[in-house]
């Protein structure tokens, strides 16, 4: 059961352009999104995230949108750079227990061409 | 402010072996969690520990995998008996405060191979 989902494996961008990585998500008990940057062979890097009683939260170049009612969130980067290509998943949390446990979805691979 | 240590980076062991994976958290976070991660898939949560107790083992597989998270030192994720369904790359992360509303910070990795 994939709660969390990113359904595009992967985008190619132009530099400079804006990029656009949709997640979506099932479990309406997710109250806590975040959204992690991950280059070959490193760990998770976090980026940006949102709490559910917002709809918008941006830092630099980096803005996420979330639409409660269809269960959806996205990242947006403008503009866009080539040292932005890497793995980008989205997690979220908040499900029973409220331990904190992250949610992942499956990756969306960003290409971003000179 | 060094940021969360996993070693070994890399890990070979035969069908059979104990694998042992050491993590030490952010300086002054208390909260521990594992997750794992397969060929071409995303990171699945395993385990999460405080000080001394493991607060939520949902993710864990029932045998063979444990956790610890002592008073003094790093935490440590075992796996007994390996199989080569257990290579995957292992991620520990930290974090401050307990519960959602607050980020994970994650380390480097661990990538096992069994051979």
């Known amino acids: 059961d994939q709660q969390v989902k990113q359904n595009s494996p992967s985008l190619s961008v132009q530099e400079g352009r804006i990029s656009i990585l949709n997640c979506d998500y099932t479990?309406?008990?997710?109250?806590?999104f975040l959204w992690y940057k991950k280059y070959p062979a490193e760990g998770p890097t976090f980026l940006i995230s949102i709490s559910s009683i917002k709809d918008k939260n941006e830092d630099g170049r980096f803005t996420v949108f979330l639409n409660k009612s269809a269960k959806h969130l996205s990242l947006h980067i403008v503009p866009s750079q080539p040292g932005d290509s890497a793995v980008y998943f989205c997690a979220a949390s908040g499900d029973s227990g409220n331990t904190g446990k992250l949610i992942f979805g499956q990756g969306t691979t960003l290409q971003v061409k000179p | 402010n060094a940021g969360v240590m996993q070693n070994p980076r890399h890990l070979v062991r035969r069908r059979g072996q104990e694998a042992r994976l050491r993590c030490s958290p952010m300086k002054g976070h208390s909260h521990v969690y594992w997750y794992r991660q397969l060929p071409e898939e995303g990171l699945k949560f395993m385990v999460y520990?405080?000080?001394?107790?493991?607060?939520?083992e949902s993710g864990m597989p029932k045998e063979r995998f444990s956790a610890e998270f002592p008073k003094e030192g790093p935490s440590i994720l075992r796996i007994q008996q390996v199989v080569r369904g257990d290579s995957a790359a292992y991620f520990c992360a930290s974090s401050v405060y307990s519960g959602t509303m607050n980020e994970q910070y994650f380390g480097p990795g661990t990538r096992l191979t069994v051979t």
């Open positions: 479990n309406s008990m997710f109250d806590y």
């Open positions: 520990l405080q000080k001394e107790n493991i607060i939520d």
